[in-house]
T-cell receptor
C-alpha cells in the first residue's frame, strides 16, 4: 500500500523559534497533500490543502503567515511553524492523495508531535 | 460534505463483533461513506468506504442502509489491537476529509 512518512516524529523547540515538518509520499506521487492538527483528546482539524506547485489553501481561522506550507515536488510537502509558542504544541499529521484515478484514497502519515517550551 | 453523528464511546468484548453506527441523514447521492480509525498517537488508518452497496474487505464490513442515511461498520472478531477511535466521514470524491469526533472503541479482554 501507499506509504506516507513524516519527519521528525517528535520535536521540542523553544518559544519564538521556527520548526519545519516534512511530509513525504514514499511510493507514489501526490499532487495534493493535506495538513492536520490534533490537540489532546480532540479530533483532527484540517489546517490546509496544498497542491504541488501552487499556493496552499488554508482553512478558516488558520494563520497562513504562521503556518507556512510548501509543496515543491510531487513527493514532498513541508509545514513550517514560525515563531512557535506553547499553544502551538500539538500533534501535526499530513496526508497525501495520489495522482491516479484513486481520488478516493488518502494516505496519512504517522504524525509529528511538537512541544514548544 | 454531509455531517455525521457517532456515539462517543463503545465497549466490545474481545472476539465478539463490534458494530459501530454512524448517522448521516443529510448525505447526498454522490457522497461516499468512509471509515478511518486512529490508534493512540498514530496517523489515521483507512478501513473501508462505500457508496450504496455493502462492502467487505479483510478488515471490516460496511453496511449502508437503503436510504443511505446511516451506516454501520462491523469488525467481525474484535481484538485488543482494534481499540481505537473510529471516524465515519462523508465526502464527495476528491474533497478534503473533515473529521468529526468519532467513536472511541475499547475492546475488553
Amino acid at each position: 500500500g501507499a506509504v506516507v512518512s513524516q519527519h521528525p516524529s517528535w520535536v521540542i523547540c523553544k518559544s519564538g523559534t521556527s520548526v519545519k515538518i516534512e511530509c513525504r509520499s514514499l511510493d507514489f506521487q501526490a499532487t495534493t497533500m493535506f495538513w492536520y492538527r490534533q490537540f489532546p483528546k480532540q479530533s483532527l482539524m484540517l489546517m490546509a490543502t496544498s497542491n504541488e506547485g501552487s499556493k496552499a489553501t488554508y482553512e478558516q481561522g488558520v494563520e497562513k503567515d504562521k503556518f507556512l506550507i510548501n509543496h515543491a515536488s510531487l513527493t514532498l510537502s513541508t509545514l513550517t511553524v514560525t515563531s512557535a509558542h506553547p499553544e502551538d504544541s500539538s500533534f501535526y499529521i499530513c496526508s497525501a492523495r495520489g495522482t491516479s484515478g484513486r481520488a478516493h484514497e488518502q494516505y496519512f502519515g504517522p504524525g509529528t508531535r511538537l512541544t514548544v517550551t | 460534505d454531509a455531517k455525521t453523528t457517532q456515539p462517543t464511546s463503545m465497549d466490545c468484548a474481545e472476539g465478539r463483533a463490534a458494530n459501530l453506527p454512524c448517522n448521516h441523514s443529510t448525505i447526498s447521492g454522490n457522497e461516499y461513506v468512509y471509515w478511518y480509525r486512529q490508534i493512540h498517537s498514530q496517523g489515521p488508518q483507512y478501513i473501508i468506504h462505500g457508496l450504496k452497496n455493502n462492502e467487505t474487505n479483510e478488515m471490516a464490513s460496511l453496511i449502508i442502509t437503503e436510504d443511505r442515511k446511516s451506516s454501520t461498520l462491523i469488525l467481525p472478531h474484535a481484538t485488543l489491537r482494534d481499540t481505537a477511535v473510529y471516524y465515519c466521514i462523508v465526502r464527495y470524491t476528491g474533497n478534503q476529509f473533515y473529521f468529526g469526533t468519532g467513536t472511541s472503541l475499547t475492546v475488553i479482554p
